[in-house]
């Protein structure tokens, strides 16, 4: 059965009660809302051309918005790799540690894995204690594993997902801190050799190999599984991509005289695109959002598609409506929770979505539960109006993103691995990104299934790392050492 495109103001969403109740003034501000939120085809279709020759931008000697950010991970595995890695991953809440085996059946793995908390105290003290903190992790894992057993040099891919320059795969100059992080002494320095430094101290038979970012990692451990994967993607509080482009393609890279044919895995960093504010379609809310961020004139894109930013749209649009005297929503009542500034998060319009019930009961809860507010009927249905167009919207814009690197790179077909807490777990969000994909590349409506398909991903931080630095250490011993700086 082919897939019928959806009418450009649709989302996919079951129906919750009638409109026939509503008063005119909430009918009316709801139709507003939809022509404010909506996002036709034409629309996508302007915006994809943009991020095509943005991408083209990020790319050049001169640099453009989108940084485009050249991983040294040069080329797709087989799915042959094998032998023992470990991965470690440097969240802002905890840091995971794994093992992972690769065995010699084709695309099969093996992984044991331990969280540990990452203190607060650590986010703001001192680099030392930081680095020293990480090393102890590893020596606990590495002996609860290993026991007092002889183990050989194990080499590590670091999931180090903050912004950072990185000139070679074992480097990586940290550009700012991100996700609570403020600790003194590491920006603009290169992370490698502080970790390396604690792990000497301890004596760990462990050998830093590469330094890779999430969605590098979410390529490459899904391409482990799924040779068709050809893009990864993170839809979560962030959003990101990364893709395979070929050296000669990289003018940025020509001074360094590789083979033009040589692959090299891109972190777009595509959150930034449209910073100068030309194609998408912000509206007063997001605006606001700009100006109000730590970071105002940047990542225009992620501010609009991304998990932080969706409940605080949400939040402002009803805080907007309750201060409009015309418009009589939440009339008599104390809002003051819902005026905190990023009180909402993306689970919360999830959970508006989701509500099963015709009478909207469980939106009705959850707003007297977390907002002291008792909205009837009316507002009810609004309100899930504005969660649908705020998610629908997000969906579809990131279509765009997955849309231009197809154009530019000619992908007919292939399998996007996504993750994310937007990706695996937002209401609808696949559907509708799938929907836009559908109106932006034009395939006919006869198409038994969608050529291009964005799909679970596998574990970027754990199997994505891991199989970088199987890579990494298969080409150093095969001389190909472009884009490394310690090969012994």
């Known amino acids: 059965m082919a897939n019928p495109p959806l009418p450009a103001n649709s989302s996919v969403c079951h129906p919750a009660g009638s409109m026939v109740d509503v008063p005119k003034d909430l009918v009316e501000q709801i139709k507003q809302l939809e022509e ?94 930081l680095w020293e903190y990480i090393a102890d992790c590893l020596q606990q894992f590495v002996e609860y594993q290993h026991g007092g057993e002889e183990v050989e040099t194990l080499p590590l891919g670091f999931t180090f997902s903050y912004p950072a320059t990185q000139n070679y795969i074992d480097h990586g100059i940290l550009q700012r801190w991100t996700k609570g992080f403020d600790i003194e002494g590491v920006e603009g320095h290169d992370v490698v050799p502080m970790l390396e430094a604690a792990i000497a101290k301890k004596g760990l038979p462990i050998k830093l190999t590469a330094l890779i970012n999430d969605t590098t990692g979410t390529l490459i451990a899904s391409a482990y599984t799924d040779d068709t994967t050809k893009i990864g993607c993170i839809f979560g509080t962030g959003c990101n991509a990364a893709y395979m482009e070929n050296i000669g393609s990289v003018p940025k890279l020509a001074h360094m005289n590789l083979d033009p044919d040589m692959p090299i895995a891109i972190n777009c960093e595509w959150g930034a ?129 997955i849309a231009a690197i197809c154009r530019k790179k000619d992908i007919k077909s292939c399998h996007v691995g996504a993750d994310g807490s937007v990706f695996n777990k937002y209401p609808h969000f696949k559907e509708r990104g799938a929907a836009a994909l559908r109106e932006i590349l034009d395939w006919p409506s006869s198409l038994r299934k969608d050529p291009i398909a964005v799909v679970a991903s596998e574990d970027g931080s754990g199997v994505g790392a891991a199989v970088i630095a199987a890579l990494t250490d298969k080409r150093i011993k095969e001389g190909n050492l472009a884009g490394v700086k310690h090969a012994s």
């Open 36 to 129: 404010l939120f909506s996002v036709d085809k034409a629309k996508l279709k302007h915006i994809t051309e943009h991020f095509v020759s943005e991408l083209e931008k990020g790319l050049s000697v001169e640099g453009g918005s989108i940084p485009m950010n050249p991983t040294w991970v040069t080329g797709y595995p087989t799915g042959y790799e094998t032998g023992t890695f470990l991965a470690l991953d440097m969240g802002g809440t905890n840091l995971r540690v794994c093992e992972i085996s690769l065995p010699e059946e084709q695309s099969e793995f093996d992984i044991v894995q331990s969280k540990y908390r990452m203190p607060e105290e650590l986010k703001t003290g001192k680099a030392e204690d």
């Open 273 to 401: 695109f449209d910073n100068e504010h030309l194609v998408l379609p912000r509206t007063t809310y997001d605006t606001k959002i700009d100006q109000n961020s730590p970071r105002p004139g940047q990542q225009a894109f992620e501010k609009m598609v991304a998990g932080l930013y969706l409940g605080e749209i949400f939040r402002l649009v009803l805080v907007d409506l309750h201060d409009n005297k015309e418009i009589h929503i939440f009339e008599g009542q104390n809002i003051e929770q819902l005026r905190k500034p990023y009180s909402l998060d993306a689970s919360y319009l999830s959970s508006i979505e989701e509500d099963p019930y015709e009478n909207l009961s469980e939106t009705q809860d959850l707003f007297l539960k977390h907002l002291d507010i008792k909205a009837n009927m009316s507002e009810l249905e609004l309100i899930r109006r504005l969660a649908e167009l705020i998610g629908t919207r997000a969906a579809r814009l990131s279509a765009c993103g």
